[in-house]
């Protein structure tokens, strides 16, 4: 028997209670992720190490037989978004429906129009938290455009695509992270990906062998898009000093150590900061991907929770409370490592977790959390889950509309 996603009965429940639904309807779900190496890594042209994960948003298009969008969420009652495929163009700002605007704009431009629609939107992602929510969006209404015109696009065009939509309709100066790793995304591994040579591996990462805990610090994240360009600003001026004293140099991630030390004396202390935390979270990236290889979960850990120290001391965008969670989560038995994932700045953490132990885990952290901070959390956990899909409404559901 076929299962209903409970997420997609919550989105069809919401466009049910909304109208009579088009039997032509159709439901797409894309996935967040979480990066567990290569922290701010992607934008300076090194590898990231991230995973897919079983959580993300499902939208479902109901045609309309004009040109207008109706855009709809459920995490923001009330909130109903009209406009048309015509006025579709960026516009830099972050309101929750600059993301599917943003997806379908740069999907529409590439591969034309196909219509109006309902589309209806719900997830089942901590939103804003570090595990690619927004992405999750930009990319559902990128490979959904896709499918409604009948294509199978490579997933490096969805990627590009999905990439724009951010950059260019939201305005977020980001690397191609967020994208890469909910499109090409696959059960029980984790995705090794150089940002410059765009070289992919599929890394073992099973669910009997660790359990990804994600937990919410609650801090909302803090001037995230404004703190988030700025260290990207601030390392493209690391990368200018650098260029001045090793002509040829084109990204951040060339940087050796070696180079570090003996150039680095000059440049500003914070931005020596990022530069340092860029060659050292290239040696934690190359060193976690390497103890996957061989199944080695204690030296991924320890990259992992090495990667929190330097994200929290040379990069500054951890925050107390995500150092506590984190403290609190390397704490307890089974626990190989972890770190915050995302930009940081607020938001979640991401741990492995031997599964014998996860239970245990998922119930002490909340209580070590609340002794340290006197703030509630809460652990979800993971295995590493696949990219984009279209989901089947049931029959049941579908027989019951309208034509
Ligand atoms: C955000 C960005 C990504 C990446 C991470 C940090 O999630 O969207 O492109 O830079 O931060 O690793």
Redesign the pocket.
């Known amino acids: 028997m076929q299962v209903t996603p409970a997420l997609l009965q919550r989105t069809l429940a919401m466009a049910q209670a909304h109208a009579e639904v088009d039997p032509a309807a159709r439901a797409f779900f894309a996935p967040g992720r979480a990066?567990l190496l290569?922290?701010?890594?992607?934008?300076n042209g090194g590898s990231?190490l991230p995973v897919a994960l079983s959580r993300g948003t499902c939208a479902l298009f109901v045609p309309r037989g004009d040109s207008l969008l109706r855009l709809e969420s459920t995490q923001f009652p009330g909130e109903v978004v009209e406009t048309s495929l015509a006025e579709l163009r960026p516009r830099r700002t972050d309101g929750w429906s600059a993301y599917l605007e943003g997806g379908l704009y740069v999907a529409m431009r590439e591969w034309g129009e196909c219509g109006g629609f309902d589309i209806y939107l719900d997830a089942d992602l901590p939103m804003a938290k570090?595990l690619?929510s927004s992405?999750s969006v930009e990319s559902v209404a990128v490979y959904a455009v896709s499918r409604l015109h009948d294509l199978d696009p490579p997933p490096d065009l969805m990627i590009r695509l999905a990439h724009a939509a951010?950059t260019e309709y939201v305005g977020?100066r980001?690397?191609?992270?967020?994208q890469t790793a909910i499109f090409l995304a696959q059960e029980d591994s984790a995705l090794l990906f150089d940002c410059t040579e765009l070289t992919r591996e599929h890394l073992p990462l099973r669910a009997d062998q660790a359990v990804i805990a994600v937990a919410d610090s609650g801090v909302a994240r803090q001037l995230a898009k404004s703190a988030?360009n700025q260290r990207v600003a601030e390392c493209t001026q690391a990368l200018a000093f650098f260029q001045q004293r090793l002509p040829g140099m084109t990204c951040l991630r060339d940087l050796t150590a070696e180079q570090l030390q003996e150039f680095g004396g000059g440049l500003e202390t914070e931005l020596r900061m990022r530069a340092q935390h860029v060659v050292s979270e290239k040696l934690r990236t190359d060193a976690g991907a390497d103890a996957l290889r061989r199944g080695d979960l204690v030296a991924f850990g320890h990259a992992m929770s090495g990667a929190h120290i330097s994200l929290r001391d040379l990069y500054e965008v951890s925050t107390p409370e995500l150092d506590a969670l984190v403290e609190s989560a390397w704490s307890l038995p089974g626990c190989y490592g972890g770190r915050l994932t995302?930009?940081g700045f607020g938001g979640c953490i991401a741990a492995v977790v031997a599964p014998d132990a996860f239970d245990d885990f998922a119930r002490e952290l909340p209580r070590l959390y609340r002794h340290a901070t006197g703030s509630e959390t809460e652990v979800l956990g993971f295995s590493p889950a696949g990219g984009p899909v279209e989901w089947q409404v049931p029959e049941s559901i579908r027989s019951q509309w309208q034509p």
């Open positions: 990066n290569g922290a701010h890594m992607d934008y990231v570090g690619s992405a951010e977020v980001c690397g191609i992270l967020d988030f995302g930009a």
